[in-house]
């Protein structure tokens, strides 16, 4: 494969959606050939997933959740990633496997060994070449959660957890950060759009230009 992955993670509410269009646009406006993605929904499967699971009302097991994460995500590289990949484009995705990790694993409390199993099984085995963190306090993120609903945005049932939830979330991204420091990069989000934005670009073109 020729391309490159780079994957945007962060608990909801630091922004790190915001920052991947804006990314987005400066690459193109370089000429960059990239794809966007996400997950769950980066396929029409994964899209009818991505609904199922994030707007039901119907209480779904923890098993379930990591399953169909799981679905979503070898369906997303098998007809996606891998082929865009050896394209030699650039892939972007808000989330990889590194969310399972975080969201199933700490948050809802799976063991490590289980967790990375079903991972390995779902990638087989790929990596992204660059993770972006985008690391922001759990009182500052429930507080733009806040300010979505009074803004009249939708929201799914990922961002109804509570700050326990997400303190735990939180503290599994900066535990892979310590394991994977080449690939798996920091960003404090809790400053301004533009501020958060430089930082993503300074990253991004050198992790580019390197490669």
Known sequence: M???LITFEGIDGSG???QLRMLAGHLRGRGVDILLTREP???PLGRRLREAFL???ETVAPMAELLLFAADRAQHVEL???PALEEGRIVISDRFA???TAYQGAGRGFDEKTVSSIVKLATGGLKPGLTLFFDISVENALERLRNR???GESRNRMDTEKADFYLNVRRAYLKIAEREPKRFRVIDANGSVEETHSKVIEIVNGFLANG
Do not use: C, V
């Open 41 to 43: 929904g980066g396929t």
């Open 80 to 82: 996606l990633i891998k």
């Open 2 to 4: 020729h391309g490159k």
């Open 98 to 100: 590194d969310a399972t």
């Open 55 to 57: 707007e039901t009302e």
């Open 149 to 151: 609903d009074q803004a």
């Open 16 to 18: 790190k959606s915001t």
